[in-house]
Structure formats: structure tokens, C-alpha cells
């Protein structure tokens, strides 16, 4: 896993390990990726690397992998749009396109980075997508009732608040949100 979310692995192992799988069919390494994952990749018994992550780690991996003709997979930096036709159920649509974005906070390789919508029915689509992102809840990912918790990283916010203001300097409307959450509750975490 990445370093920087490894609880998540860690757990799904223990799960399968109380639920009897053998020792050793599932196994988590967690590391730095310069560190563990290039021992990983390099290591003579591993036939196949998958990796999903960013361009430049994955034409390292790739590299590394020919030195040995490992197989390799790689889900490098994805920009997944979505289309919502002028035939689409808008109400679905609208749905999805909500959950596609913001599920996980958006920190998944499939989620929606992009919405293209028909002209005739963006206005349509709009009033119904606009509010369900404005009724996410956000909150510490533990605690009942949340929908969207915080990013993983400092790091992580920065860019998103940094591609917010390219947006808004090229053309872009703000909608809703665009700022750093003031809730008491809100400000330890990267919302």
C-alpha cells in the first residue's frame, strides 16, 4: 500500500488470516516506495508487479521490470471522465456522478476527474447534481453519518487548492466549497 494509507492493507490482511486463509498467500509489505517497492519489484521471485500510481513510478517500475521480462501492470494517473448524454436519467446520472467524484474523497484511481455534459441538459443536470454535492457531510472517516472525509496528505490539498485556483483564474465558476472547512471539528485532518 501506499506509505502513506497502509491501515487499510493491514487490516483486510488480518481479516483474511482470522478468517483461515494459510500463511502466506496474503502478505503486505508496507515501506517506502524507493525502499520496499523497489526491493519488491527487483526481488527474483516476483514474476508479476502491479502498480497503480504516478507516471513517473511507473516508467521506473516498468524499467526495472524489463531487467527481468517481469509482467507488468500499470494504472498510471487516471483522468477519468464521465459523459452524461442529452437521453441520460438525468436524476441517475446526477447520482453518479456524485459518488464517482467524491467517493473516498475522491482519492481513487477510478473516480470521476471530469464531467462533460450536453448543453441542452447541463442546466437540468445541474439541479440535480449541485445539491447532493452540497449535502455531503464531511467529517473524521470514522464517525457516523460521514460522507467524505479528509485527504491523506498535506501535500494532497495543496495541489487540489492549487488546481482550484487555476480553475477559477481560467474561467472556472466556483459553485460550492472552495475553502477549507471552519468547523471546530473539521480543522485537525486535510479537508
Given at each position: 500500500p501506499?506509505e502513506?494509507?497502509p491501515?487499510?492493507t ?5 481479516l483474511?488470516h482470522?478468517?483461515?486463509?494459510p500463511?502466506g498467500v496474503?502478505n503486505?509489505?508496507?515501506?517506502l516506495?524507493p ?6 519489484v527487483r ?10 500510481g504516478?507516471?513517473?513510478?511507473g516508467?521506473?517500475?516498468m524499467?526495472l521490470a524489463?531487467?527481468t521480462l517481469?509482467?507488468?501492470?500499470l494504472?498510471?494517473?487516471?483522468s477519468?471522465?464521465?459523459i ?10 446526477a447520482?453518479a456522478a456524485?459518488?464517482?467524484?467524491f467517493f473516498?474523497?475522491g482519492q ?6 471530469r464531467?462533460?455534459v ?11 447534481f449541485l445539491p447532493?454535492?452540497?449535502?455531503l ?14 485527504l491523506h ?17 481560467s474561467?472556472g465558476?466556483?459553485?460550492t466549497g472552495?475553502?477549507?472547512?471552519e468547523?471546530?471539528?473539521?480543522r485537525?485532518?486535510?479537508?
Open positions: 501506499a502513506t494509507t491501515l487499510t493491514l487490516r483486510i490482511a488480518a483474511f482470522e478468517a483461515g486463509l500463511p496474503f503486505v509489505v508496507t515501506g516506495g525502499v520496499a517497492g523497489e526491493a519488491l526481488h527474483p521471485l516476483v514474476r508479476k508487479v502491479a502498480f497503480t504516478s507516471t513517473p513510478v516508467k521506473r517500475i524499467a524489463a531487467e517481469k509482467r507488468v501492470t494504472e498510471l494517473g487516471g477519468d471522465p464521465m452524461v448524454c442529452d437521453d441520460a436519467d438525468l436524476d441517475q446520472a447520482k456524485a459518488v464517482g467524484r473516498n474523497c481513487a484511481c477510478l473516480a470521476v476527474k464531467l462533460y450536453f448543453e441542452n441538459v447541463y442546466e437540468a443536470f445541474m439541479e440535480r447532493r454535492v452540497q449535502r457531510r464531511l467529517g473524521p472517516g470514522l464517525e457516523e453519518g460521514t460522507q467524505m472525509g479528509p496528505t498535506e501535500r494532497q490539498r495543496r495541489l487540489i487548492e492549487e488546481q482550484l485556483l487555476d480553475a477559477l483564474a474561467g465558476r466556483l459553485l472552495g475553502k477549507r472547512p468547523a471546530e471539528g473539521l485537525r485532518g486535510f479537508f
